[in-house]
């Protein structure tokens, strides 16, 4: 039989182990915020109080009811926020840069394993939690169902990391995104996409998927180095069964006729839209469907050339030239009324934290000339809607998940300050700042 005493080292020990998890928090929490961004109405308010109970938040007013034994949180020297969103993330996948690039996905397969790539992802997830994305839409490149198996991992609280909505393998034609697999080496691309020939095969694939455990269903609409397109049969068959299992469709679409076809089958955002016309974009907005522009912004170009070696400094006019495309086009959107959902695809490895890399994204849409308050919005509110989570994520209000970041600083006349966070708290559990 135990003594207490054995029992007590037991208990001691077994929680030193679990220190690596960050413990639930359960007792009522009062936030005493500096001001806070309303992104429903696209504004910033000034001092409020949040009161949040159960994970979720109950009250927000400039005076909140404090219950019995309530923990105040002081965050009045900062700027609080929704938790943001990421809508583009491949968490269990990581390019170096190098001569070998294009070899990277076949490397991630047969040389690196999913059970690595796993853990890999693993430790990359605490880092968007650490940038304050404590949201994120995972879009495949995870081999078979490793995001699932994550979101499940960070369900259960056996790590830290931001809530997911994974898809699973992404739809796509013969190939998948690896160039050039020879005869009787196709089948190597199954292990990452879920391969499709035919309407009927594609409906069947959306089942699977469900099934599986996906939320959400990644299509390639093109599939660039291959030049296999998914039909317009397929995709409209993808999204028709999509309706069924009540998910929605994300599109990987980089030129216009790619970002067309998927959008006339009625898919619910764009991914990347790198090429695109206007009157796509028109068709886009007359339909309701999102762009998500996983552009590059000005500090991550640099750190790109450092990382490879990059010759003589770059002038700010040659940096504007070589940003100058994907900036036109997102303002084209923008003005075109195509609702902008912010997403990174970050899987090139900057040598930082990955949440952070990911984070540099806003940068590359306030860059672009949209406003500090409509790249939050992307990044809140309008994610929250394409995720189906209108009122839960993205928004500080009576209702809503307790996902709530502070930054140091305000974002609307220095956007850096976003990356000063100082504060993280995911349904209702501090990660960053706990008292
Ligand atoms: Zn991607």
Redesign the pocket.
């Known amino acids: 039989m135990k003594t207490i005493a054995a029992v007590l080292v037991a208990v001691v020990v077994s929680a030193l182990l679990l220190g690596a998890q960050t413990p639930r928090d359960t007792i009522p929490t009062v936030i005493r915020a500096g001001r806070i961004f309303d992104s429903e109405a696209g504004t910033f308010l000034p001092a409020r109080e949040i009161l949040v109970r159960r994970g979720q938040i109950v009250q927000v007013a400039e005076k909140v009811e404090r219950p019995a034994g309530a923990r105040v949180v002081d965050l009045t020297r900062y700027t609080v926020l929704p938790g943001l969103i990421d809508a583009?993330t491949?968490l269990l996948y990581l390019e170096a840069l190098g001569d070998g690039q294009a070899m990277e996905g076949i490397k991630a397969l047969v040389n690196e394993g999913l059970p690595l790539r796993a853990l890999h992802a693993a430790a990359r997830a605490r880092t968007f939690l650490d940038a304050g994305i404590t949201t994120v839409r995972d879009?495949?490149?995870s081999g078979r169902y490793g995001d699932v198996a994550l979101r499940q991992a960070i369900v259960d609280g056996a790590i830290d990391g931001p809530r997911i909505i994974a898809s699973g393998p992404g739809i796509s034609s013969v190939g998948g995104q690896y160039p050039g697999l020879k005869p009787g080496y196709e089948q190597l691309a199954t292990d990452e996409y879920r391969i499709v020939r035919n309407p009927d095969d594609a409906a069947d694939a959306v089942r699977e998927l469900v099934t599986m455990g996906a939320q959400v269903i990644k299509i390639y609409s093109n599939n660039t180095p291959n030049l296999g397109y998914l039909t317009l049969p397929e995709m409209q068959a993808i999204v028709a069964a999509a309706r069924l299992y009540n998910v929605r469709v994300a599109a990987?679409a980089t030129n216009d006729a790619a970002v067309y076809r998927a959008a006339l089958a009625g898919v619910n955002s764009i991914?990347h839209g790198y090429q695109v016309a206007d009157s796509t974009l028109a068709l886009m907005a007359k339909n309701g469907i999102t762009l998500t522009p996983?552009d590059i912004d000005s500090v991550s170009f640099l750190q790109l050339l450092k990382i490879q070696g990059g010759g003589a400094p770059v002038s700010p006019g040659q940096m504007a030239g070589y940003l100058a495309q994907g900036r036109n086009r997102l303002m084209r959107a923008v003005k075109a009324g195509v609702v902008i959902t912010a997403g990174s695809?970050n899987?090139i490895d900057f040598r930082e934290p990955q949440g952070y890399a990911a984070k540099q994204v806003l940068q590359a849409y306030r860059g672009a000339g949209m406003t500090a308050v409509q790249v939050l919005q992307a990044a809140t509110i309008n994610d929250a809607r394409l995720l189906g989570r209108e009122g839960r994520l993205g928004v500080i209000k009576a209702g809503a998940l307790a996902d709530l970041i502070a930054v140091e600083g305000d974002p609307e006349q220095d956007f850096t300050a976003i990356n000063r966070v100082k504060f993280v708290m995911k349904d209702g559990t501090i990660y960053v700042g706990r008292p």
């Open positions: 583009h491949h879009l495949g490149n990987h991914e996983t695809d899987y």
